[in-house]
T-cell receptor, first 116, second 115 residues
Framework: AQKVTQAQTEISVVEKEDVTLDCVYE???????LFWYKQPPSGELVFLIR??????QNEISGRYSWNFQKSTSSFNFTITASQVVDSAVYFC?????????????FGSGTRLLVRP | DAGVTQSPTHLIKTRGQQVTLRCSPK?????VSWYQQALGQGPQFIFQ???????QRGNFPDRFSGHQFPNYSSELNVNALLLGDSALYLC??????????????FGEGSWLTVV
């Protein structure tokens, strides 16, 4: 069975602190994709990053960085020097290639509150 | 900006009624999926449409049905509404047949409250 676990329900930090959001996934497939989405109060899921199962290279994009480790089935997300605008719910998702398209399996989300 | 338009943004229905939600993807995205997100939970896959056919379906009852039009837009219909159907309904668009780089974009969703 495929599953995504985000054990941190809510995290509260003070502005400028670094924060890491954890994501652990389960799948028996060898080909899969992992995603992170941000959901502000408006409801729209904003795409942040996509990583395929054959690419374990970590990535940095501005204040965001991602650490993908297949050995521990984890795909963690770090925000450096957090800002109030980073406050949102963050979802990790697992995608399986099925019939040339994808279905996303989401974790339960981590609510991040960045206080001024 | 994914350019996915959903309507209505908010609506209130009574138990037993029927509801239709709409999604219009931007140009180039021919595959539409629908997700249900209950309060405090992650989105759950309902079903997916491509070439006006349902291609995949999640674990949802037959009360949930859909349709895709030739212009790729889609509707989600829910019959005999239950209180538990109250949720944010998200439309997601992508391109069929692309293995690498197939990012899935979401709309802002339709907030449904059943009373």
């Amino acid at each position: 069975a495929q599953k995504v676990t985000q054990a941190q329900t809510e995290i509260s930090v003070v502005e400028k602190e670094d924060v890491t959001l954890d994501c652990v996934y389960e799948t028996r497939d060898t080909t899969y994709y992992l995603f992170w989405y941000k959901q502000p109060p408006s409801g729209e899921l904003v795409f942040l990053i996509r990583r395929n199962s054959f690419d374990e290279q970590n990535e940095i994009s501005g204040r965001y960085s991602w650490n993908f480790q297949k050995s521990t089935s984890s795909f963690n997300f770090t925000i450096t020097a957090s800002q109030v605008v980073d406050s949102a719910v963050y979802f990790c998702a697992l995608s399986l290639l099925m019939d040339s398209s994808y279905k996303l399996i989401f974790g339960s989300g981590t609510r991040l509150l960045v206080r001024p | 900006d994914a350019g996915v338009t959903q309507s209505p943004t908010h609506l209130i229905k009574t138990r037993g009624q029927q509801v239709t939600l709409r999604c219009s993807p931007k140009s180039g995205h021919d595959t539409v999926s629908w997700y249900q997100q209950a309060l405090g939970q992650g989105p759950q896959f309902i079903f997916q449409y491509y070439e006006e056919e349902e291609r995949q379906r999640g674990n949802f009852p037959d009360r949930f049905s859909g349709h895709q039009f030739p212009n790729y837009s889609s509707e989600l219909n829910v019959n005999a509404l239950l209180l538990g159907d109250s949720a944010l309904y998200l439309c997601a668009v992508s391109q069929w047949g692309r293995t690498l780089g197939n990012t899935i974009y979401f709309g802002e969703g339709s907030w449904l409250t059943v009373v």
